[in-house]
């Protein structure tokens, strides 16, 4: 199939693009990817997104997304980009669909947005995946008002982390820094402030071995590295800052990437190679927010409605 837009990935980012696009009257194709959604589908409460006084759930959120993009003539696929080929005109994406079939099929397209998002890092424990959205966060920003006045902890001890901290210093009574090492790496700067924060107290060698509690956080259990002693912390949420991947792997060699491995943005929302616009956390590692995502979205299918434009004036569009 050939499509004048190709939009990889569904977060905020995708399915603004899409709408736009879909409004703009080029009939955009949304694959999926393998987070339908993406992290706003792990979010329960949503209250910092504007438009929602009481808050709204992340994936009702994306629900109503995606059947807005739907709404104006959206077409979606279910399924996974496995490789891209953005060597020639028309790109050309390979998926992988969901469900009982599983060939590989291929779409062409005359110009493709890339909004695959990144991915947080995170511990690995069963109790932190059954305990996301209900005390166990990735994202300060997102989740540490509904902490106010209590006690927790973030694991980590990069400048994400201190950042963390030092933000949820703002609601919470307390926040522990838990850090494998006994010396932090954020930069000194920003250590001083942690440092000088009576809030903030630090628990150095040390991992997280459990997430304690039912239906929310209780507690965690913690190993020092080099004694093997253990202990219990009493804490009401655990923030994870161990930092984030970009969701690229695809990607590599075929558009430039940073040395953190994100996509290189130019010009507002496109890519090195001509034709290939990016939105959202896949290039965006300083703000990470769904509005932010929202907004790279709408400006990747503005710049693609124009770019396409201007082909067709040339006569070069095919």
Known sequence: MYYKVVIIGSGPAGLTAAIYAARGGI???????????????LTTDVENF????DATEGPELMENMRRQAERFGTNFIDG??????????????????????????????????????????WLGLESETRLKGKGVSACATCDGFFFKGKDVVVVGGGEVAIEEALFLTKFTNSV??????????????????????PKISFVWNSIVEEIVGRNKVDSIRIKNVHTGEKSEIKCDAVFVAIGHRPNTETFAGHVELDYKGYIK??????????????????????????VTAAGSGCKAAIDVIHYLESLSETGAFI
Request: proline share 5%.
């Open 265 to 290: 943005k130019y010009d507002e929302s496109r890519t090195t190679v001509e034709g290939i616009f990016v939105a959202g956390d896949v290039y965006d590692y300083t703000y990470r927010q769904a």
């Open 176 to 197: 522990k820094l838990i850090h494998r090492r006994e010396e932090l790496r954020a930069s000194q700067v920003m250590q001083q402030k942690a440092f000088s924060n």
């Open 80 to 121: 996974k980009v496995t490789s891209v080929d953005f060597s020639s005109i028309p790109f050309k994406i390979t998926i992988l669909s969901d469900g009982s079939n599983s060939d590989d099929h291929i779409l062409e397209a005359r110009t493709v947005i890339i909004a695959t998002g990144s991915s947080a890092l």
């Open 50 to 53: 504007p438009g929602f006084p």
């Open 27 to 41: 009939e955009p194709v949304v694959v999926s990817g393998d987070e339908p959604g993406g992290q706003l589908m």
